[in-house]
């Protein structure tokens, strides 16, 4: 994977295909390879550009000073700068949704179409952060991913009673939670975790977001962004919402034949409206 340094931190990505530009922003705990069956199927009309969040995958460490989504956000504008990039369609799955919505209204020029999924711009209600803050509280104390916390986490992203291929993929996700050192826990994961949990509430700017170019979806099952999250940001938003049935919070990877024809068909459609 090549690199570019942000804010004096190597950030690494995957660059494949040629065409319009196609931006891959993958969940939190995940990496760019979480988008494996997209990429395949995208690469062959699209250029297709997937980096690593901070900590994750192959990428540096959280730079010093950024302490929010925003920071984030900027970073991921650098990295379009930095290859030149002057528009992109943007895909988010969970923070990654945050990320691509917060680029597409910090710079809207330069996002031709959004896709959200699994994801939300309102706070975080007050029981899930409580929830999800004591399990971050729990990881800085030990310096990793316990057995009891690695099993708690992927059941919340893979639900082996929904989907034939869940078991394998929570396999391979509990065997990455395991493989993190605690330096990476420390200065990435944690307080990029504290930043998603503790984020402002954006929905007051949802109305901003293009309606025709906008796409929102969430697993049927997700039980860490809700599908009524969606469906309310879609109602603001007055975009189009889809559901994925059977799947949980990475449903990606659950439902990848459903997810990517409906990505597919919403990229096409967009370039089919700028023609």
């Known amino acids: 994977m090549p690199k570019i340094n942000i804010a004096g931190h190597p950030m690494y990505y995957m660059d494949r295909g040629k065409g319009a530009v196609v931006v891959l922003l993958h969940s939190y705990l995940a990496n760019a390879f979480m988008w494996t069956p997209q990429i395949?199927?995208?690469?062959?009309?699209?250029?297709?550009?997937?980096?690593?969040?901070?900590?994750?995958?192959?990428?540096g460490a959280l730079p010093q000073g950024a302490d929010d989504l925003t920071a984030l956000t900027c970073h991921t504008r650098s990295l379009l700068d930095s290859l030149d990039l002057e528009t992109c369609f943007v895909i988010g799955q969970s923070v990654g949704g945050m990320l691509a919505a917060e680029l597409a209204l910090m710079a809207p020029e330069r996002v031709n179409g959004l896709a959200m999924m699994g994801t939300y711009l309102g706070q975080e209600p007050a029981l899930p952060r409580a929830?999800?803050?004591?399990?971050?509280?729990?990881?800085?104390?030990?310096?990793?991913?316990?057995?009891?916390?690695?099993?708690?986490?992927?059941?919340?992203?893979?639900?082996?009673?929904?989907?034939?291929?869940?078991?394998?993929?929570?396999?391979s996700f509990q065997k990455q939670?395991?493989?993190?050192?605690?330096?990476?826990?420390?200065?990435?994961?944690?307080?990029?975790?504290?930043?998603?949990?503790?984020?402002?509430?954006l929905r007051f700017r949802l109305q901003e977001l293009d309606a025709d170019s906008t796409l929102v979806m969430c697993g049927e099952h997700d039980q860490v962004r809700p599908p009524s999250e969606s469906l309310e940001m879609a109602q603001c938003i007055g975009c189009r919402y889809v559901e994925v049935p059977g799947a949980s919070h990475t449903s990606n990877?659950?439902?990848?034949?459903?997810?990517?024809?409906?990505l597919l068909a919403f990229l096409s459609e967009l370039e089919r409206i700028r023609s």
């Open 253 to 262: 990877l659950e439902r990848p034949e459903f997810v990517t024809h409906e």
């Open 177 to 201: 939670l395991a493989s993190w050192p605690a330096e990476v826990l420390r200065g990435s994961i944690v307080p990029i975790g504290r930043m998603i949990f503790n984020r402002r509430d």
């Open 131 to 171: 929830y999800f803050m004591s399990m971050l509280d729990k990881v800085e104390a030990s310096e990793a991913f316990t057995p009891a916390l690695i099993d708690e986490v992927a059941s919340m992203f893979f639900q082996s009673d929904r989907s034939n291929a869940a078991p394998s993929l929570k396999a």
């Open 40 to 59: 395949k199927a995208l690469e062959q009309q699209y250029r297709v550009i997937v980096p690593d969040l901070w900590g994750h995958g192959s990428s």
